[in-house]
């Protein structure tokens, strides 16, 4: 069956950096549309960045843009987001998500996605 495993996630002071890493297994990784998102108690799960088929090679949320970086290893099937800068309000749960079977068009979409990570937390401190 598909594994999508996170890791990487930890606590930081305000301005620095961490990579998370998203390892997959079982999934037709060079294929799919990967994904991160990030979730808080009490809030829906919110973009943060992707590698859409078409397009642009790279999409990011606004609130995360010029800071974060998402790329993937195809010969390793790993997904990175690299976090730069971060900010206390960056503070939540990070899930890895892939885009399969479907339409993946609206990657920002956390409905799209058809696996999901358990998902790696992160802290940032002020």
């Known amino acids: 069956q598909v594994q999508l495993v996170e890791s990487g996630g930890g606590l930081v002071q305000a301005g620095g950096s961490l990579r998370l890493s998203c390892a997959a297994s079982?999934?037709?990784?060079?294929?799919?549309?990967m994904g991160w998102f990030r979730q808080v108690p009490g809030k829906q799960r919110e973009f943060v960045a992707a590698m859409p088929q078409s397009g642009p090679s790279t999409a990011y949320a606004d609130s995360v843009k010029d800071r974060f970086t998402i790329s993937k290893d195809n010969a390793k099937n790993t997904v990175y987001l690299q976090m730069n800068s971060l900010k206390p309000e960056d503070t939540a749960e990070y899930y890895c998500?892939?885009?399969?079977?479907?339409?993946?068009?609206?990657?920002?979409?956390?409905?799209?996605?058809?696996?999901w990570g358990q998902g790696t937390q992160v802290t940032v401190s002020s």
């Open positions: 998500g892939a885009c399969v079977y479907y339409d993946c068009r609206s990657y920002a979409r956390a409905g799209s996605y058809d696996y």
């Open positions: 079982r999934l037709p990784f060079s294929s799919a549309v």
